[in-house]
């Protein structure tokens, strides 16, 4: 298929939108990058067969739009332009789809819910129109200024239902959360229209708790999908989707090695790397480079108070990344903090190698207690933190092991 197609946008840099598209169709996605000032320009001169749209443009496109259909009409903005056959422009609101297809993948039945949406931007008009036509009951909507906001949200802690629509949690803001989820008493569901990280403060709040959690991912590759049937006019099953999520998910998280000291985590880390094509990231080699002495050294002069905040404030830039390999330092465990920074990018797994097999040199608290009572202190820590756990008995090298374990198979 032959076109210009591509993602408008005022300030895009990364997207997945190309990789998505990729998937899809047999056409080029690029990306189009357009101040506001020239926004009539581009929409008048027509140069593109089909557009995606994201902010700060899914309204200021449609006074140039010949027709909108009834769903971009109800939401009130658009997000996916088509020039026809007469050079006319359609638009729609395939964000709706997205939505719709987040609902299905949260598995909660939500007819008659409580539900509040955080925000009252474009994407809470979707949120909003999508819950209503699903059949969720009272709609509340939370903003900073307006009639239900964060200072009297109490008052709607009988929301059985939580949609965040805002960007707080959003890269670089990781970590952020707008409200405390445990005041919640009847919560059934959360959405976070959120993808990088996979996993904000809000979803990670979520999982804690055992509530049936979702996040913005599975939306972006719907709604790009239904975008591509519009632009080929054609029908693209919804097994797609599926494939293309699993695709991504792979590809993006970190895979997050942690375990005792000398269990074999950089050289696992390494044959990682060399197997699936990706960086590795070594924290301990990370944190000498950052203070400029060995381990040893800085435990010396320093103690190991301060190398643990240093290994956390060097995690948290490092956990922002994606699709990396990162071998963690034993101790990494004993601060609380870091299971989130973990968690938001990556799949933590476990590599467990007997003590009698466990290297020493070099590593200050391994020569300074016995083994035995590190392990009994860290034990819990290493299974309840990861996803899954590799036994590294006999044999460092349990790369295959984990790839197949992270491809299902």
Known sequence: MKGVFGLLGEKLGHSFSPRIHAELGDYAYSLFEVAKEDLPRFMTEKDFDGINVTIPYKKAVMPFLDEISKKAESIGCVNTVKKREDGTLYGDNTDYDGFMYLIKGLGVDITGKKAIVLGSGGASLTARTVLKEAGA???RIISRSGEDN???????QDAEIIVNTTPVGMYPGNGESLIDLSMFRD??????????PLRTKLILDAMDLGIPCINGLPMLVAQAKRASEIFQDTTIPDSEVERILRKMIFETENIILIGMPGSGKSSVGKNLASMLGREQIDCDRELVERAGMSIPEFFSR??????????????????????????????VVTRAENRDLLRQNGTVVFIDRPLNE????????????????????????????SGFRVSCEGARNKAEEIIRHLKGE
Do not use: C, H, Q
Not at 150 to 156: G, L
């Open 137 to 139: 009951g009272e709609i």
């Open 150 to 156: 964060y200072e009297n949200i109490s008052r709607n």
């Open 187 to 196: 919560l059934k569901g959360v959405i976070d229209v959120i993808y990088n």
């Open 302 to 331: 320093f103690g190991e108070g301060e190398f643990r905040i240093l290994e956390t404030e060097i995690l948290k830039e490092l956990s922002k990344k994606t699709g990396k390999i990162i071998s963690t330092g034993g101790g």
């Open 358 to 385: 466990l290297s020493v040199k070099g590593r200050p608290i391994s020569l300074s207690r016995p083994l035995e009572e590190l392990a009994e202190e860290r034990m819990d820590s290493y299974i309840s933190w």
